[in-house]
């Protein structure tokens, strides 16, 4: 309970990195606390807690994923896997945040509102759209192209920054 307890925010940032959505992360991660919860006695004490617990996430994930179905995907799994495997606790995941802040800065202004809208606010893409009078796919396709700007944008700056 302890441990659980104690990883809690790191690995609500890693469903959040995973996800791009802290409402769908918060759903993940209450699915993943009660299979951590239910797996608990399959723990082995001394052993390494955050991984574990991420490993649990990561599955949960590419779950919520599957079950997804609708024609908005953040990522494709190859890129969720990616990103899985670099997100270690501590100097990955502050320099997973460190690109993601510079990558945010350098889209332009419109787009950041936009990603800010849909993330940071949790806005749907029927409310953005309607506040910028654009179609609903207008808008997902908008979106889109910005996610997969930063996308290689982190991907750019990670390679160069190990």
């Known amino acids: 309970m302890q441990c659980l307890t104690d990883h809690q925010s790191r690995l609500f940032a ?13 759903n993940v991660l209450q699915e993943t606390n009660l299979e951590l919860w239910r797996k608990s006695s399959d ?3 001394g052993t390494d807690f955050a991984a574990w617990s991420r490993t ?29 495997h670099r997100s270690q606790p ?7 945040r460190i690109a993601l802040r510079h990558c945010l800065a ?3 202004d419109h787009l950041r509102w936009l990603i800010g809208r849909r993330y940071g606010s949790g806005l749907s893409i029927r409310e953005i759209a309607q506040r910028v009078g654009k179609s ?5 396709v908008t979106l889109s192209r910005a996610r997969k700007q930063l996308v290689h944008c982190i991907e750019r700056r990670l390679a160069a920054d190990p």
């Not at 469903?15 to 918060?26: P, S």
């Not at 590419?62 to 990103?83: P, S, T, V």
């Open 14 to 26: 890693y469903l959040v990195a995973l996800l791009g959505d802290v409402h769908e992360a918060r």
């Open 43 to 45: 723990f082995v004490v």
């Open 56 to 84: 649990t996430a990561h599955f949960k994930v590419l779950a919520f994923l599957r079950d997804k179905k609708r024609d908005r995907h953040l990522f494709d799994e190859a890129l969720l896997n990616q990103i899985a």
């Open 90 to 96: 501590d100097e990955d995941d502050d320099a997973l």
């Open 106 to 108: 350098a889209l332009p």
């Open 136 to 140: 609903e796919g207008a808008l997902k």
